[in-house]
């Protein structure tokens, strides 16, 4: 059983320039979902830009839905360079 967090408020705050607060909300839900036996995905405009914060703050993250900003980012980057950005902002 997995829960998904829609991450559009952090997205916004971190664009904003004060992420710290949403993401510490996100790490702090993300915490109690595994502590509780459920996995945790996440999605709503990640990017390029914020994943890797986001990544950072939630050591339980499993999935990351991304699908709009990667189309974007595969057609100005190539496929294989927008694999491998994703890739890296995740940590493998």
Same mark, same amino acid.
């Given at each position: 059983d997995r829960i998904e967090l829609y991450t559009g408020p952090y997205a916004h705050a971190h664009e904003q320039g004060d992420h710290s607060a949403s &993401?510490?909300?996100? @790490?702090?839900?993300?915490?109690?979902?595994?502590?509780?036996? &459920?996995g945790?995905? @996440?999605g709503h405009d990640l990017n390029l830009k914020n994943l890797s914060v986001f990544r950072q703050a939630l050591p339980d993250l499993q999935e990351v839905s991304i699908g709009h900003a990667f189309t974007v980012d595969a057609i100005e980057l190539g496929l294989k360079n927008c694999i491998a950005a994703y890739q890296q902002c995740l940590g493998k």
């Open positions: &993401l510490q909300q996100f @790490a702090q839900a993300s915490s109690f979902a595994a502590s509780i036996g &459920l945790v995905n @996440a």
